[in-house]
């Protein structure tokens, strides 16, 4: 049985057999049979993980552990509203707060950039929040919809599927949605340069 557990750019959770990068963590998030709840998050700290550490293996949805979440690469975790986890993630973590606070001010522990992070991310109705802004002035690494999430890269935007990146198009011009949260998008115009999957490089040639 494919679970559901593989995360979109537009922040939905959904049953996908793909492969991805790197996995993450909102809490407790299915049930005892596998499928998931009608939460879509326990806390605030959202994480983007590695597949891979200090050779623990969790599962994807064991009896009493968290849910791991899936993602392609970490500019879909971003655009979700993931950031690098502290251990396992630690130099990746570091690299992401200091370019939080080249963008947006001092922290003093790294629950403040969840708390500050949290509606960027998210509304009340638990649908993702998105805003406008012009598509000349975004970073690299983020997601826009174009009219479907597009992942901006250099001169180009590359279409998303679960399994990789497609389709590029010339960079539009003029305001567009912005799926990754505007925190995010500031700390990525600050310097903070997101793992991207191979098959985005490939495209953007």
Avoid at 82 to 90: N, S
Wanted: glycine letters at 8%.
């Amino acid at each position: 049985m494919t679970l559901q557990n593989r995360v979109l750019p537009t922040g939905e959770i959904v049953a996908d057999p793909a492969r991805g990068l790197f996995t993450g963590n909102r809490g407790i998030l299915h049930r005892p049979d596998g499928s998931l709840g009608r939460p879509r998050w326990r806390h605030k700290h959202w994480l983007c993980c590695a597949l891979r550490f200090k050779d623990r293996y969790h599962g994807p949805m064991p009896e009493r552990g968290w849910t791991a979440l899936f993602f392609l690469d970490e500019a879909v975790a971003l655009a979700a509203g993931h950031r690098p986890c502290h251990e396992c993630r630690r130099a990746d973590a570091l690299r992401f707060r200091s370019a939080w606070e080249a963008a947006q001010g001092p922290v003093a522990r790294l629950a403040d950039i969840d708390i500050a992070l949290h509606p960027a991310r998210v509304c009340r109705n638990r649908k993702q929040t998105r805003f406008k802004a012009r598509a000349e002035t975004l970073p690299d690494g983020c997601f826009v919809l174009a009219p479907e999430p597009a992942l901006v890269l250099g001169d180009v935007i590359i279409s998303f599927s679960t399994s990789g990146y497609g389709a590029k198009r010339i960079r539009p011009s003029g305001i567009v949605t912005v799926l990754t949260p505007a925190t995010i998008v500031r700390t990525l115009a600050a310097g903070y340069r997101p793992v991207l999957h191979p098959t985005a490089f490939r495209s953007a040639i």
